[in-house]
């Protein structure tokens, strides 16, 4: 066990619609990852936070959006939502802001898209 | 080109055997690797974590690294059934940001 925590596990929705993914860190980490995982595209880096700041982003859509809240939880939220978007979603915690910290991998999310 | 490749597999063998998984990449610029094992619906746990060129071990479990050929490896040895899961390179260049390969899908048969 982790000790990230991640809900719902699963997700069914249609096109068009919005959804919001809910990441709990690890106690004690300060830094939440988001991550994509698709089978063509493998696992990929779509935004971070710590300790409540947007810190980094990598292949975020405009529709995509995150935060992390007071109590360090995370949010992200997709909306208008399309086919292509069905994939896992992880999300991962670290203690400190650097990246070169050992992330923890939540169990994701399944997304459905149909 | 992906900066980062890696067989998808998937990759069966028997038990007791040495895997080796493999992964290439075309940026000179990374400088830390990482191997991260993820077993069927669930989340990626880190494995192995290597700085330099060479070789690190842990248990049955080495990391090499080949910085001039852009070369990864994970070697398991005396490989088990629990092994069976999807093993990902991965990799990043100062404090940016982890790049991950698609992942190799390994099965160890008794």
């Known amino acids: 066990d982790s000790g990230v925590t991640q809900t719902p596990k699963h997700l069914i929705t249609a096109t068009g619609q919005r959804v919001t993914l809910r990441c709990s860190p690890r106690s004690g980490d300060l830094s939440v990852y988001w991550y994509q995982q698709s089978l063509d595209q493998g696992l990929q880096f779509l935004i971070q936070?710590?300790?409540?700041?947007?810190?980094a982003k990598g292949n975020i859509l405009e529709r995509f959006s995150a935060q992390q809240f007071p109590d360090l939880h995370s949010e992200l939220n997709l909306s208008s939502l399309e086919l292509g978007d069905s994939a896992l979603y992880f999300c991962?915690?670290?203690?400190?802001?650097?990246?070169?910290?050992?992330?923890?991998f939540g169990d994701g999310t399944r997304l459905s898209i149909l | 080109q992906k900066e980062v490749e890696q067989d998808p597999g998937p990759l069966s063998v028997p038990e007791g055997a040495i895997v080796s998984l493999n992964c290439t990449y075309s940026n000179s610029a990374f400088q830390y690797f990482m191997w991260y094992r993820q077993y069927s619906r669930k989340g990626p746990e880190l494995l192995m974590y290597?700085?330099?060129?060479g070789n690190k071990e842990d248990g049955r479990f080495t990391a090499q690294v080949d910085k001039s050929s852009k070369y990864i490896s994970l070697f398991i040895r005396d490989s088990q059934p629990s092994d069976s899961a999807t093993y990902l390179c991965a990799m990043r260049m100062g404090y940016q940001k982890v790049t991950f390969g698609i992942g190799t899908k390994l099965q160890v048969i008794p």
């Open positions: 991962a915690s670290s203690v400190g802001e650097r990246s070169d910290q050992p992330q923890h």
């Open positions: 936070y710590y300790n409540g700041e947007e810190r």
């Open positions: 290597t700085y330099s060129s």
